[in-house]
């Protein structure tokens, strides 16, 4: 993904300078594409026709895709006895939902968060060894397709 920077002077001959240089289109322009792979902060130096120059920066946030896992053990051993999805913190918004392979919904959560996270159960009952469905929609303006894919119950 991409932002597009933009840069302006109310002097036509003015000439800009985006610095640090990593990840953009062009350096050189008042207007750059920047694809950077971590957040980064540009500078901009524009000098105008009489030699002033001027600044201002500008923080591109690049947010990581979250990390799914295929499989959870609930066995209460105290490792991966839940489903921990890795960096969800971003996506405040996240919904998650889980389906048996008629379809049926097991489990729904908005937001996520720790207290609420799925533990290979139904109604309070532990559900069977096997694979089961899941859809992630994260509600960003970046990614706008949902999430999905198998995960699977050893017990």
């Keep these: 993904h991409s932002a597009t920077l933009t840069a302006t002077s109310n002097d036509l001959l003015a000439t800009f300078i985006w610095y640090p240089t990593t990840g953009l289109s062009d350096s050189t322009t ?10 980064t902060t540009y500078i901009v130096y524009a000098t105008n026709s009489y030699g002033c120059i001027e600044n201002d920066s500008v923080t591109v946030t690049v947010i990581p895709k979250i990390i799914v ?5 609930p066995n209460g051993d105290g490792s991966n006895d839940v489903w921990i999805i ?6 405040p918004n996240i919904e998650v939902e889980i389906f048996n392979r008629w379809g049926e919904k097991l489990f729904y959560s908005k937001g996520y968060p720790d207290s609420e996270r799925w533990d ?6 532990p559900l069977p060894t096997g694979t ?24």
């Design 69 to 73: 896992p295929t499989g959870i053990t």
């Design 30 to 39: 008042a207007s750059t594409t920047a694809t950077p792979y971590s957040t």
């Design 132 to 155: 089961y469905y899941y859809i992630i929609i994260l509600h960003d303006e970046i990614d706008t397709k949902p999430i999905t894919g198998p995960i699977v119950i050893m017990r």
């Design 86 to 91: 890795d960096l969800i913190g971003y996506y």
């Design 120 to 125: 290979g159960t139904y109604k309070g009952k």
